[in-house]
């Protein structure tokens, strides 16, 4: 079955201590739709300028992400820029120009209101809420979300939280949301605004899952360089809902596959600057990074 | 098998943002011992004064922890005080009083030089070797260790890491040994001084093994309050190597589970103050912990 992906198409340009990269192909759907293209067909929503290169138009398509719903508008690509520190963990933004997302409103095309996976990657939630408007009866909706919503559209983005099947957040966002250090407190606070499912990304620790079955620790495939962590989290919700899509059989049966196999895509993420390196690889490098982490958990 | 536990002893000052506790048992031998204690027998190696309590004594012998190498000295048993931040994470010393920790040699009585399974908690790197020095044939060596040897004490402390089958040290110890921020680089640097096995101690986020078969990466066990986690660390080898003298077969086969048993062994550390929590489990609320730990790493 197919996922729809909604969030930011971006050129990003990240600087890090080692190397400086501009007008890299980024966003959140940019990164989350290539890697759910692993695993199962993919249709991307959002908006990018007439300034948007052709050959990032080629490298969607060469992962048969279905364009249709991506607007070409008159203006400017979405443009962030921004700086690592020395151990990677930190980030700071340079400079962040809307262009064309400053009027974006996600209308999809009517053959993609029927998508059974929807993955709403991080997007201001207002955006968020109006694509899940135009869906009809999806399968499993996702949604991603980053700190700036939390601050700048908490209202927004509770009554979304309440609208989605799984709620994916990072560690620090988490405690932002809901004022708790304990990740089990947080998660008990996420879950009483209402989904089922709630995944805490903890960057190289891993993540957690907490669903009707209980929690879910999942590791990080551990990497001896990283280069480049920009959308290692839109990779992660990507692969895993991919990987959900294409599963036989129920969500719960799935998700914690799935989560593996969201871990060792955005792995690869982390290995090049923007989607240099997850572009470059094949379903059989992820394959063999989850056969890994098999390995590296079994006790 | 027995374990041999040779380490601090001592009298603990904690105080938390929620409460605080004058005196209470403490030192990475106590942890370690009780800790092991759960799985296999154990003689504990340390120095006491003349003040140290009769209650602190009635519990290492509920564990069934041998004493005849534990010395009782003239004078005053170390004491150490701190204080946690909030978040727990960060603690600092409040006061340090060596009393006859200042004269420790630990001299072993013969019944204990033939041990199989050696337990170097923390402590100073030379008295680790003294009492390596008086061990026969031993199956298992492992050490424990902490910032403060690897600043004052670091020659010591690279000859007694050539000596040991497995070394143990958390993250920001690993980062100050090896000057390395990637925990694989770091690990490659440790495992060229010398041991076949290093253990990475990550808190909440679990331990790194890495080892003749590969990587290991362990969960913590979640805690929904922590109340004070001094000595989880020591549990955490104590209930390891507890484990590993009790299991059948090959190191390299049972070293997992070990790891997984001090995981949940250390859990409990950390839900009291000092060895409270510890002094009152059974090895069945450990055996439930790691029941739950394997549900929550399956997938």
Chains 1, 2 share one sequence.
């Not at 340079?94 to 409103?105: I, N, P």
């Amino acid at each position: 079955m197919s996922v729809l992906v909604v969030g930011s198409t971006a050129l990003d340009s990240i600087k890090t201590p080692k190397a400086e990269n501009p007008r890299l192909l980024g966003g959140s759907a940019s990164h989350a739709a290539v890697a759910a293209s692993f695993f199962a067909p993919v249709k991307m929503v959002g908006i990018v300028g007439k300034d948007f290169p052709k050959r990032y138009m080629d490298l969607y398509r060469k992962h048969k992400i279905e364009l249709s719903g991506l607007q070409i508008a008159e203006g400017k690509t979405f443009h962030w820029s921004g700086e690592y520190e020395t151990n990677m963990n930190n980030r700071r933004t340079l400079a962040t120009e809307l262009g064309v997302f400053e009027t974006f409103s996600p209308n999809l095309p009517e053959s993609h209101k029927n998508t059974p996976y929807i993955l709403l990657a991080n997007i201001a939630p207002s955006l968020q809420h109006h694509v899940l408007d135009q869906i009809k009866n999806p399968r499993f909706v996702v949604a991603d979300t980053m700190d700036l919503w939390i601050n700048i559209a908490l209202s927004d983005l509770l009554k979304l939280i309440k609208r989605v099947d799984a709620f994916v957040l990072n560690d620090s966002e988490a405690k932002l949301l809901t004022n708790e250090d304990n990740i089990l407190k947080a998660l008990k606070k996420i879950h009483r605004l209402g989904p089922d499912y709630v995944i805490i990304k903890r960057g190289e620790h891993g993540s957690i899952l907490s669903g009707p079955s209980g929690l879910f620790i999942a590791p990080a495939y551990p990497l001896q360089r990283v280069v480049d962590p920009t959308g290692a989290g839109d990779s992660f919700v990507g692969g895993l809902l991919g990987y959900l899509a294409a599963a036989k059989g129920s969500i719960e049966k799935n998700l914690r596959r799935a989560i593996i196999h969201g871990s060792a895509t955005s792995s690869f993420c982390c290995e090049g600057f923007g989607l240099t390196q997850t572009t470059k690889i094949t379903p059989v490098d992820i394959q063999n990074r989850v056969a890994q982490l098999e390995q590296m958990v079994k006790f």
